[in-house]
Structure formats: C-alpha cells, structure tokens
C-alpha cells in the first residue's frame, strides 16, 4: 500500500487520467450464424458465459467447442481483450467480464450471447490485461454496469452505454504494483480451494467405503421407514411473512437459492419437517436430500422416518451419497423431469450396520461434512473469508483521484 501510494504521488500527482471506453477501444461481437449442431461436433475451442462469469482471467483451456469452417469470418480473440457476459437472469450478475490474460497458442472464439473489447494500439500499451481483470469487476465498475442494465425477467448490458463507461488509468508502474497484491490472494485462494477438492475427493471416497461395506448387512427402505408425501399449497394460501402458527414452506426452490420465502398457517403434522427429519426430493432435482431444515414441505418431497433403532443421521449419510442419488434416478419415471415413485423408493436397499458402528460412521464423516461443506467453519469459510478480504483491498486499491482530461 505504502509502495503505490509513493508510486502515485511521484508519477501522477494531480489525479489518475479516467477515459471512457469509447474513447480507448472498440466492441466487437462473439460468434454468428451458428446452430445447435455446431456446437456438438467442435473443432475449435469457443469461451462460454459460465468460463468468463466464474474467471476473471478466462480459462483458455477448457474444451468447449464449436464448428468452425474453413474460410469462416469470425472474429478471433487476441491477448488483453475483454469479455462481457451481455445477458444474465438476475440484475447483480449483469455484465459480468473476464480478461484475456495470456496469449492465445490457437484461434479462440466468444460465445454469441456475449461480445469483446479490444484496446487500441495507444491503450493497449497503456494497461495491461493483469490490471484489467481487476479493474473490471471492481465495485466502482461494477455499479456503473448495473446502470446500464435493463430487463425484467433477463437482464441485458446495453452495449453503446457500456462504452460510455469510464474506468482509471494510472501509469503501468502502479498498475503492476497493484496487480502484483491482489494477485497474491487470487493465489492463496486459488490453493485453499484446490486443497478443498481434494478434501472433497477424500470425502467421496470415506463415505462410499464406510456406508457401502459389504459385510455389513442389507435392508429395504420400507423395512426400516415408513415415508410421507408434502401438499402443494396454493400460491393465494401462502404467507409471505412469519408468525404465530406459521411453518417455512420447503419448496425446490431453497434447493437451488432462489425464489421468494412463503408459509403455511396450521399444517398437518404429516408435512411438517423437523431439524433431524430427511427431506428426499422426488421430483423436480430427484434424489436431492434436505436435512436440518424445519418447516412445512410441498409434495415434491418425501419425508423420511425411521420405524426401527436408526441413527438418523447415519441414514442421511447414507441417503446423501453419491451412490443413493444414482440408485434415485435409476428407478426415477420420466423423462426430462424424473419422477421418484414411492414403490420404487421402497424397494432400494442400504447397508445397515448395528447401531454402534452407525454412530462410528457418522462421527467420521460428520467431520468430513463440516470441513468440505459449512460455510461457517472449515474451508469454505476460509476461502469466503480471503474472497471478501481480496474484495476490500481490490476496491481499496482502485479507487483514485481523477484527473481532469481538459
């Protein structure tokens, strides 16, 4: 910090120089003309919405691929060039940008539904694709995004505003600096969540070995519980606040953490669900499992309990592997949205070891649980925490005076 500050009040000390985009580059658009065909039999690699909403230096790499022929004019990504992700679902990810930020070793292309930005000669110079991943998404660029984003159920960057955007070009000795410490924690992230899917893998692996032991004995799910169906409560009977008598209503929805929170005055016993209650999806995102969660459950799901001596917990466990989940779409109906009978859930089996040995499992992998999934303890609370601490320096770090252009 001491260092830029130096670096500021001895290169530019009456303002950083601030250039709309217009002003320093040009747009251009991603891939035309192309059909579904095109897509499934690739023979060059293309940069998808998901590469530059997840990046922001794109991944070059990845083998997502389109057809592209001989003599095709298409334009062709160069290092240092910008990529915009035009449309999204929500107004918060609108114009998401991932950078270009080494160079291409063959012809790379960009997603229609997105398009590119590419310096000119002067400016290209001047900033460099390191400094532009993090200019990009830093919050200053980001509330200027958001103003020139309109929709109601998609959102869409309007491309001539977007150029109307302004962004700081301090002298490249500043911009290296800065790049050089925010860096550092893209790289510590970078190894907390490389160190979080080996975890992962390790976990996957315990849990398939401890829960699918075959020396322990079997049993069919209709042996050891008994299941109940949730109720599809009308949209005029749901609350949108809380109160007395009132139960958070379970939908597919909290699966997938969207959608507003309803609940359900006075439900029957049958459909409420309790923290230590299993909540299987039967329908919807089939074979999913909801544990820890009260409230009420619509009748896309199964609630689970047992009916003999059975450490819930352990049977979550088994419920939630990955193992289960094949099982649950195996015997699922349907087509596009599988179906989950209650005859077929019936009929699946799992291994059940004596009360003991469950309790054993579960301590084992509980631990496991914490470590690779809450968000409060573990790994993943740790590379929140280093995100958010990145984010703050990130926006600390660019914002600077500016200096009149006049």
């Given amino acids: 910090m001491s260092k830029i500050n130096d670096l500021i009040k001895e290169l530019c000390p009456n303002g950083v120089e601030y250039r709309k985009l217009k002003d320093i580059g040009e747009a251009f658009t991603g891939l035309s003309g192309k059909c579904k065909d095109d897509f499934s039999n690739g023979n060059c690699r293309y940069i998808t919405y998901t590469n530059i909403y997840n990046n922001p230096a794109v991944k070059l790499n990845l083998d997502d691929k389109v057809l592209i022929k001989d003599n095709e004019k298409q334009n062709v990504l160069k290092y240092g060039d910008v990529l915009i992700a035009g449309s999204s679902e929500n107004m918060e990810d609108s114009g998401m940008i991932s950078v270009v930020c080494e160079e291409p070793k063959e012809n790379i292309y960009l997603n229609s539904f997105c398009f590119g930005f590419r310096l000119n000669n002067d400016y290209s110079k001047k900033i460099i694709p390191g400094f532009s991943k993090h200019i990009f998404r830093s919050a200053n660029f980001r509330s200027q995004i958001l103003s020139c984003s309109f929709g109601v159920t998609r959102y869409n960057l309007n491309k001539k505003l977007f150029l109307e955007l302004t962004i700081p070009i301090p002298p490249t000795e500043v911009q290296e600096e800065i790049v050089r410490i925010l860096d550092k924690f893209g790289e510590l992230e970078a190894e907390l969540e490389a160190e979080l899917e080996a975890r992962k893998s390790q976990y996957e692996f315990w849990r398939g070995k401890l829960l699918f032991n075959p020396k322990y004995p ?103 592997s990955t193992q289960m989940f094949n099982e649950m779409l195996r015997v699922a109906s349907g087509g596009t949205v599988p179906d989950l009978p209650h005859k077929k859930f019936y009929k699946l089996e799992i291994s059940l070891p004596s009360i003991e040995e469950q309790n054993h499992i579960v301590n084992i992998l509980d631990r496991f649980d914490i470590l690779v999934n809450d968000i409060s303890v573990g790994l993943p609370a740790e590379i929140e925490a280093r995100r958010k601490q990145y984010e703050y320096y990130r926006n600390k770090l660019l914002s600077f005076e500016e200096m009149s252009c006049e």
Avoid: W
């Fill in 218 to 320: 079997v049993a069919k799910m209709e042996d050891i519980c008994v299941i109940n169906q949730g109720l599809q409560i009308p949209i005029s009977q749901r609350k949108t606040e809380p109160g007395h008598n009132r139960y958070f209503y379970i939908t597919v929805q909290f699966l997938k953490n969207e959608g507003d929170n309803y609940y359900i005055e006075n439900p029957s016993e049958s459909v409420i669900c309790k923290k230590d209650d299993i909540l299987v999806t039967r329908t919807g995102s089939t074979g999913k499992i909801i544990y820890g969660v009260e409230g009420c459950f619509h009748n896309n799901f199964f609630k689970v309990t047992p009916i003999i001596d059975l450490n819930k917990k352990y049977l979550y466990h088994v419920l939630n």
